[in-house]
Nanobody
Framework: QVQLVESGGGLVQPGGSLRLSCAASGFTFSRVWMYWVRQAPGKGLEWVSSINPGRSSAYYADSVRGRFSISRSNADLQMNSLKSEDTAVYYC?????????????WGQGTLVTVSS
């Protein structure tokens, strides 16, 4: 049974840092694409970052590039220099072995609030 559980969210001041974890089980982690997707209050889903099978390449949305980093060992998301616009529920999600496969499992999400 595939399971994804996010943790690490919370309240942080602008400019601060948080590290989100994604505990994954029920599948071979290194063989699939892994994603972070977020949803800000009142807005739609926004792709944040992804990492390919084999973990040779990581990808980032323009809005977070240079500030966020996805771990190649466990897909944790390190978030630095946080801004108020980063406030959102962050979801860890699993894709398939191919980039073109749909995301087929999601965690329950963890809330990140950036505010002074």
């Amino acid at each position: 049974q595939v399971q994804l559980v996010e943790s690490g969210g919370g309240l942080v001041q602008p400019g601060g840092s948080l590290r989100l974890s994604c505990a994954a089980s029920g599948f071979t982690f290194s063989r699939v694409w892994m994603y972070w997707v977020r949803q800000a209050p009142g807005k739609g889903l926004e792709w944040v970052s992804s990492i390919n099978p084999g973990r040779s390449s990581a990808y980032y949305a323009d809005s977070v590039r240079g500030r966020f980093s996805i771990s190649r060992s466990n897909a944790d998301l390190q978030m630095n220099s946080l801004k108020s616009e980063d406030t959102a529920v962050y979801y860890c999600a699993k894709g398939g072995t191919s980039y073109y496969e749909a995301l087929d499992a999601w965690g329950q999400g963890t809330l990140v609030t950036v505010s002074s």
